[in-house]
């Protein structure tokens, strides 16, 4: 190893914190980012947190993430919101 690379305390692979807040960046510029979809570091995996309207919103994000990371273990933790009405009334007795 040169002098000159720096290894992240975690023992994650150089860079990926960058690559991480890169990915962060990106959600927030766009439709993700009015969703809270956050992206973070935990050790060597890549963990996506939120909430998003659909299924197909989260699949969208999770292939963002496998393209930005491609060598990384990834952890979805990305729920999908209940958008129907409910099929109760709320009980406030």
């Not at 009015?34 to 659909?54: I, N, Q, Y």
């Not at 990371?69 to 729920?79: E, G, Q, S, T």
């Amino acid at each position: 190893m040169s002098e000159h690379t720096v290894q992240p305390s975690s023992g994650a692979p150089a860079g990926l914190d960058y690559r991480v807040a890169h990915l962060t960046e990106r959600f927030a510029a766009g439709l993700p980012g009015e969703l809270g979809v956050r992206a973070e570091l935990r050790g060597e995996t890549v963990l996506l947190t939120g909430t998003v309207p659909s299924a197909r919103c989260r699949e969208d994000i999770m292939r963002i993430a496998r393209e930005a990371f491609p060598d990384v273990p990834l952890h979805c933790d990305i729920v999908t919101a209940r958008t129907t009405p409910p099929d109760d009334a709320e009980d406030l007795a």
